[in-house]
């Protein structure tokens, strides 16, 4: 099979879901110079009617898609990076969630909200948001979170025709990551998980780029500890199934998010855990995220979001090896 970048993965999702229903458009702020990349080469494509340049307002152009969205075409906003979502939050996380409810699900409202998302990158506490929790929230919003360029791929083109508001986060650190995806068409559904390595001892739970890191030190742990990475993949709809299926065979679990630990994904899914299997449990779960502080920028930065270390030692630690 080919490999493709995660970022090029993006692309061709975009491009071939623009082809196949003329009601998908996209908007956002520099789109039609690609300036995250995502939208590179589409203006010469589609024109600028379907990719569209706005104003310096995510208020602004969340509103305008959901008007759109009401009127039968299926928007792709591009907010850059997930900090903007709070611009926009009224639309966003409020409005967008609520609507098909609120109007007793005679309307849809099929609206992608694209957002870079994550540290990592030295950017300090304005620019290095990863808020799924405050996305799983907000009844009403899917959260699709890829970690690898075929799940990207697969996932956007599954959230572009769904009929409801779908938050979908792009890493920034693995932007440029290279995995296999299929020249075939292909949907990943929403709400089933992946099991990126299989193992018997401990089960280690992980999106987007923290599950890259879980398998790095899957890969270091190799020979002492054999390490099961389960990758939820959405966090909404979230596949507790499968997690408790790994669960009763490893009897112990770590949890790893790069969203804050206080009331964060790993406290959420630690507790479905405990409901649905605690007689399995042969350990207290662990959880590994980041500090309730601001990330802070360049050197600090590792003080505040979890790091390879921090994986490998909660994973001892479930292991009694500590």
Same mark, same amino acid.
């Given at each position: 099979?080919?490999?493709?970048?995660? !970022?090029?993965?993006?692309?061709?999702?975009?491009?071939?879901?623009?082809?196949?229903?003329?009601?998908?458009?996209?908007?956002?702020?520099?789109?039609?110079?690609?300036?995250?990349?995502?939208?590179?080469? !589409?203006?010469?494509?589609?024109? /600028?009617?379907?990719?569209? +340049?706005?104003?310096?307002?995510?208020?602004?152009?969340?509103?305008?898609?959901?008007?759109?969205?009401?009127?039968?075409?299926?928007?792709?906003? +591009?907010?850059?990076?997930?900090?903007?979502?709070?611009?926009?939050?009224?639309?966003?996380?409020?409005?967008? /969630?609520?609507?098909?409810?609120?109007?007793?699900?005679?309307?849809? !409202?099929?609206?992608?909200?694209?957002?870079?998302?994550?540290? $990592?990158?030295?950017?300090? =506490?304005?620019?290095?948001?990863? =808020?799924?929790?405050?996305?799983?929230?907000? %009844?009403?919003?899917?959260?699709?979170? /890829?970690?690898?360029? $075929?799940?990207?791929?697969?996932?956007?083109?599954?959230?572009?025709?769904?009929?409801?508001?779908?938050? $979908?986060?792009?890493?920034?650190?693995?932007?440029?990551?290279?995995?296999?995806? =299929?020249?075939?068409?292909?949907?990943? /559904?929403?709400?089933?998980? +992946?099991?990126? #390595?299989?193992?018997?001892?401990?089960?280690?739970?992980?999106?987007?780029?923290?599950?890259?890191?879980?398998?790095?030190?899957?890969?270091?742990?190799?020979?002492?500890?054999?390490?099961?990475?389960?990758? =939820?993949?959405?966090?909404?709809?979230?596949?507790? +199934?499968?997690?408790?299926?790994?669960?009763?065979?490893?009897? #112990?679990?770590?949890?790893?998010?790069?969203?804050?630990?206080?009331?964060?994904?790993?406290?959420?899914?630690?507790?479905?855990?405990?409901?649905?299997?605690?007689?399995? !449990?042969?350990?207290?779960?662990? #959880?590994?995220?980041?500090?309730?502080?601001?990330?802070?920028?360049?050197?600090?930065?590792?003080?505040?979001?979890?790091? %390879?270390?921090?994986?490998?030692?909660?994973?001892?630690?479930?292991?009694?090896?500590?």
């Amino acid at each position: 099979m080919r490999q493709t970048m995660y !970022l090029l993965a993006i692309h061709e999702a975009l491009e071939e879901e623009m082809r196949r229903d003329e009601t998908v458009f996209y908007l956002g702020e520099s789109v039609r110079v690609g300036l995250m990349g995502t939208s590179m080469g !589409l203006l010469e494509k589609f024109g /600028p009617e379907r990719v569209m +340049d706005t104003p310096l307002s995510e208020h602004a152009i969340a509103g305008v898609a959901i008007g759109a969205a009401l009127t039968g075409y299926r928007p792709i906003v +591009d907010l850059m990076l997930t900090s903007f979502l709070w611009a926009c939050a009224d639309e966003s996380l409020v409005t967008a /969630p609520e609507w098909r409810f609120i109007h007793g699900g005679i309307q849809t !409202l099929p609206i992608v909200f694209l957002a870079g998302s994550g540290g $990592y990158m030295k950017m300090g =506490p304005d620019h290095s948001m990863h =808020p799924a929790a405050t996305v799983m929230h907000r %009844p009403g919003m899917k959260l699709a979170v /890829p970690s690898t360029p $075929y799940d990207a791929k697969g996932l956007l083109k599954t959230a572009i025709r769904d009929n409801n508001p779908v938050c $979908y986060f792009i890493h920034l650190q693995l932007m440029t990551a290279m995995g296999e995806v =299929p020249e075939e068409e292909y949907t990943i /559904p929403f709400g089933v998980a +992946d099991i990126k #390595r299989e193992g018997k001892d401990v089960t280690v739970v992980a999106t987007s780029y923290m599950a890259k890191l879980a398998l790095d030190v899957a890969q270091e742990l190799e020979g002492r500890i054999d390490v099961e990475v389960v990758d =939820p993949r959405t966090l909404e709809p979230l596949d507790i +199934d499968t997690i408790v299926a790994s669960v009763r065979k490893t009897g #112990r679990v770590v949890i790893v998010d790069e969203d804050t630990k206080r009331c964060g994904v790993g406290a959420e899914i630690g507790m479905q855990i405990m409901e649905k299997a605690f007689d399995s !449990l042969d350990a207290p779960i662990q #959880r590994v995220g980041a500090a309730n502080y601001p990330i802070a920028s360049v050197l600090m930065e590792q003080y505040i979001l979890p790091q %390879p270390k921090d994986i490998v030692a909660a994973i001892e630690a479930v292991m009694g090896r500590r």
